[in-house]
């Protein structure tokens, strides 16, 4: 009964060092508005879905943008250089689901709260309330028109609209495509991507010598980036030609 009761006691001690080993500590690469890289862990932000970087909204006066760069760039200018903290809840396909948080603040929290996210009721609805009042004060995406961000990633043409502004006619066609189509999304957005006969994602810079021959079409898996760390948290690489 003794060594049985100090067994007992030895497990509880450890207890609280597995709960603190499941912590992931650092400053993070931003890959997107909900996804993060600390060191080799890949983490997804917990009750919270966030725009994809080719994904398009529309604006107050009904211009396309990409809302989910802008998600990217807005936890960004908020964070800064700053250390995380991540409690990861579990774990699904290599990649931690966790609740971050950075000076004490909820990130997903504010996330939601500033309109650059929504609630993800399919897991959780710690959110709903910051949602419900981003979209009253029609911040983030809320300020134009956009389709939710679980809904675009299997759009169709019944998916649903959301957001502040009536949108126009031709909403539903620009909304059900992405920052894919044969017309960069933005004067910032010029780095044309494009999966070769091997299956490997290239990028090409507006100087390569292959750049203007390159034709984006949806069907052929091409897609346009902003940046070269974009691209290439993509998984994409840079032609070698």
């Known amino acids: 009964m003794v060594k049985r009761f100090v067994l007992l006691m030895a497990c509880a001690l450890l207890l609280p060092v597995a709960a603190q080993a499941a912590d992931i500590s650092g400053v993070p690469k931003l890959r997107n508005g909900d996804q993060i890289t600390i060191g080799a862990n890949r983490i997804r932000l917990a009750g919270m879905d966030a725009p994809s970087l080719d994904q398009l909204c529309l ?22 250089n700053k250390n995380w903290t ?31 996210a929504l609630s993800y009721t399919r897991y959780s609805h710690a959110y709903d309330a910051d949602e419900k009042a981003a979209r009253a004060a029609r911040v983030g995406l809320w300020q134009g028109a956009f389709i939710a961000p679980r809904d675009w990633r299997v759009r169709n043409s019944k998916t649903v609209i959301l ?15 992405s920052a894919s189509g044969p017309v960069a999304p933005s004067p910032d957005c010029t780095i044309k991507g494009n999966v070769n006969t091997a299956g490997e994602c290239i990028y090409h810079k507006p100087t390569s010598r292959w750049y203007a021959k390159i034709q984006m079409k949806i ?8 940046s070269v760390e974009d691209a290439e948290a993509a998984g994409c690489r840079e032609t070698r030609r």
């Open 163 to 177: 957001g502040a502004t009536r949108p126009p006619k031709n909403a539903r066609r620009i909304l059900l495509a």
């Open 86 to 116: 991540c409690s990861v809840l579990r774990t699904e396909k290599k990649v931690s689901v966790a609740k971050c948080m950075v000076d004490g603040e909820d990130i997903q929290q504010w996330m939601v709260k500033n309109g650059w």
């Open 59 to 80: 604006g107050p006066k009904g211009d396309r943008w990409t809302c989910g760069v802008a998600a990217r760039d807005a936890l960004a200018a908020h964070v800064g």
């Open 219 to 226: 069907s052929k898996g091409t897609r346009w980036f902003c």
